[in-house]
């Protein structure tokens, strides 16, 4: 196993008494250190059951899998699932440990002292955002879905696990919540860098999620192991192209952010300043309309000339509500969002809520103009290079999987 492959899964299933077929038969998978690899696929092909043999909740029935080199069956089950963090759709919280009691469950049984335990604690819920005062002392009936969830993610780092394992993770919480915990999980990685296999139904939350998606039919059997772009540009067969579904052009907004799109500058005023210097900012600047943030400079509303009459002696509720995105939403749903305001853009903040810019349809145009200029050119190259026929799923990491095999670039067959 190469350095930067931290789980590898080699041929691997898994037999109940009394099933003819095998729940999972014969998968096998290399996860590359620092990436996120979804499993996706229909309800009952075994996508669950292949993750939670990783870390033993299920034994394999034949097979190996190593995590970090080392053979997961012949390390103790229970020090295995310590070392390896694990978030599922119901959380899991013990309803009657305190927030903070549940975030240091592991490192406790690990033998950390009180002192660094109580440090993690309050760490891991400043990292998650949720402030640790307010928040440690309470039990998880006290909090909202959301909240929960972010404790049951908090738990899993508890350890500083290298492994994150997550099954439906968002899967129980509303739409604006999961598109929140999404983007703020994703921010999450990219300072934590985890290993991290992800479990979802969703194709639209694999596009978002995964560094590299897994589409598997049944007993797990892999249809194809690629890249997001890849899989939307190529998909292996008829039933990867079927689980696609409709619209794959457009799902493709799902693989850029809007941190990748130019933001624009809006001119920003105070909610303290009055009506008469707001119209003559107007004025004097040329702007359709400014918009109004509060002493923290949270975007508050867009005002208009037309908004403001000489009844007005405050900025208090004029004008219409700002549509808010932050850095790693998805362009899908930035556009969304900007559909279903009334000024046609929407205010990027970061993860407090503070102003950073803008960005509106004509820059999420150019930026879907420029991702199909980019498509067609690595078409282009690719079909330079590559003789015909071409292996239907593309380059990941060296080689492609399709239908379970490896398939190297250079044409040879199957390994």
Known sequence: MTDDV??????VSKSYRGQKAPAVENVSMRIHRGEIVVLVGPSGCGKTTTMKMINRLIEPTGGRILVDGADVTALDATELRRRIGYVIQQVGLFPH????????LVPKMLGWDRRRIEDRVDE?????????AQYRHRLPRQLSGGQQQRVGVARA????PPVMLMDEPFGA???LTREKLQNEF???QEKLQKTIVFVTHDFDEAIKMGSRIAVLGERSRIRQFDTPEHLLANPADETVARFIGAGASLKQLNLRKV???????????????????VLNRLETSGEWAVL???????PQRWITPSDLTPRHDNLDGVGIAATTVEPQTTLHDALDAMLGSSCGSAVVVDEAGRYRGIVSIESLMKAISDMREAERNHNRAVADIVPAPVVPAARTDGDRTVNGVQVPLDGGGPR
Do not use: F
Request: no cysteine; aromatic share 0%; proline share 5%.
């Open 292 to 298: 109004t943030t509060d002493a923290e400079r949270r």
């Open 173 to 175: 919480t509303d739409p």
């Open 6 to 11: 931290m789980i590898d899964l080699q041929q």
């Open 157 to 160: 780092l508890a350890a500083d």
């Open 186 to 188: 994703l921010r999450l």
């Open 259 to 277: 941190e990748a799109v130019d933001q624009e500058d809006a001119e920003l005023v105070r909610l303290d300043e009055s009506p008469a210097s």
């Open 97 to 104: 440990m305190s927030v903070a009691t549940n975030v240091g």
């Open 124 to 132: 891991l819920l400043d990292l998650v955002g949720l402030d640790p």
